[in-house]
C-alpha cells in the first residue's frame, strides 16, 4: 500500500488492528530510518559528541513532483517527522505549520510549507519542504551545545559534517548587569567522517523479512506511523487555522512516551527472502 492510503489516524488505527487479528506484520515505509547516515548521526547524538540537543532544523525541497492528492507537506515531511523523532527519542507535544499553493492558486494542496515541532523538553525543529524550488535538497542540521552536525543525503561526498563550533556566554564574579556578560564564540575543526552509503531500501526490506520470519515487532511498525500520522494531521489543522499552534492528538494507541526501538546493525544481503516467511507481510 501507499503512504496516502495510511494518512488519516482512524485509517490507520483500522489497519492495525486487521493486522493484529490476522497475524500480519504491519510496516510502514519509512526508509530513511533504516539508513547508516541517519544511524550515524543519532550515534553521535547518543554518544554526546554534540553536547545537549539544543534544536534541528531541515530542509527537504526539489523542483517537482507536483502532485495533486496530496500537498507538500504530506509528501515529504512524514520523513523529517521519523528522523527528527528517532533522533531525540521523543515525539512532539506540539506543532504548528504555514503553507501556501501557488501553482493551482485556490487550492489547498500547498506547493510550499513550513513547520515546527515543539518538544516537552524545550528542543523544536523546523522544517521547509517544496517542490517548487531550484535545488534538490535533503539536508538536516543539528545544533548542540557543543558542536554542531550537518547531515546532507544528497551531497554524496559530504553526507556528514561536524563543525566543532558552539557560543558560551561568560561574566565575571559579582556582575551588576547584562552588560557584564560576554558572549563567547568558539570555531574549530571540520570533520567529515568517511562514511559509505549503505542503500536504505535494502536494509528496511531485509528488516521487514526478518520481522516476517522471527515475528518480531518492526522499528516503523503500525505505532509508528500512528504517531508520525498524528503530528501531521496537526500540522494540517494549523495550516487551516492561520499557523497556529496545535497539540498533537495522541492517545492510547500513539502514546509519545513510547520510545523507538534500538539502532538498527543490519547488513543488506539484498534482502532475497523478503518473500518468505512464516508471519504474512502487510508494506506501507
Not at 559534517?161 to 548587569?177: H, L, N, P, R, T
Not at 522499528?219 to 503530528?231: K, P
Not at 495550516?239 to 543488506?268: C, F, I
Request: charged share 20%.
Amino acid at each position: 500500500m501507499q503512504y496516502s492510503h495510511f494518512t488519516k489516524k482512524d485509517g490507520s488505527l483500522e489497519r492495525s488492528y486487521e493486522a493484529t487479528a490476522h497475524d500480519r506484520v504491519l510496516m510502514v515505509g519509512h526508509t530513511f530510518l533504516y539508513s547508516n547516515l541517519v544511524h550515524e548521526v543519532k550515534r553521535r547524538i547518543d554518544d554526546g559528541q554534540l553536547g545537549e540537543v539544543l534544536y534541528l532544523y531541515s530542509q527537504r525541497l526539489n523542483l517537482g513532483r507536483v502532485r495533486r492528492d496530496v500537498d507538500a507537506l504530506w509528501n515529504f515531511a512524514p520523513h523529517d517527522v521519523s528522523i527528527t523523532c528517532f533522533l531525540l527519542d521523543a515525539w512532539p507535544a506540539t506543532v504548528n505549520a504555514s503553507g501556501a499553493s501557488f501553482i493551482h492558486p485556490g487550492s489547498t494542496i500547498a506547493d510550499v510549507a513550513f513547520f515546527q515541532m515543539s518538544f516537552d523538553d524545550g528542543r523544536f525543529m523546523g522544517g521547509h519542504v517544496s517542490w517548487l524550488d531550484p535545488q534538490k535538497l535533503r539536508r538536516m542540521v543539528v545544533v548542540g551545545t557543543e558542536k554542531m552536525l550537518v547531515y546532507d543525503d544528497v551531497d554524496s561526498s559530504h553526507h556528514i559534517q561536524i563543525y566543532d563550533k558552539s557560543v558560551a556566554v561568560e561574566f565575571q564574579s559579582g556582575f551588576a548587569d547584562f552588560s557584564d556578560f560576554r558572549t563567547r564564540i568558539r570555531a574549530g575543526d571540520l570533520v567529515v567522517p568517511n562514511i559509505r552509503l549503505v542503500e536504505p531500501l535494502s536494509v528496511e526490506i531485509e528488516h521487514f523479512a526478518h520481522c516476517i520470519e522471527s515475528g518480531e515487532t518492526p522499528r516503523t511498525d503500525g505505532t509508528h506511523g500512528l504517531r508520525v500520522v498524528a503530528a501531521l494531521e496537526a500540522m494540517s489543522r494549523s495550516m487551516a487555522n492561520g499557523g497556529a499552534a496545535m497539540r498533537v492528538g495522541y492517545d492510547s494507541q500513539t502514546d509519545p512516551t513510547l520510545r523507538h526501538k534500538p539502532v538498527l546493525e543490519v547488513t543488506p544481503s539484498a534482502a532475497a527472502s523478503a518473500g518468505a516467511g512464516h508471519a504474512s507481510p502487510v508494506g506501507i
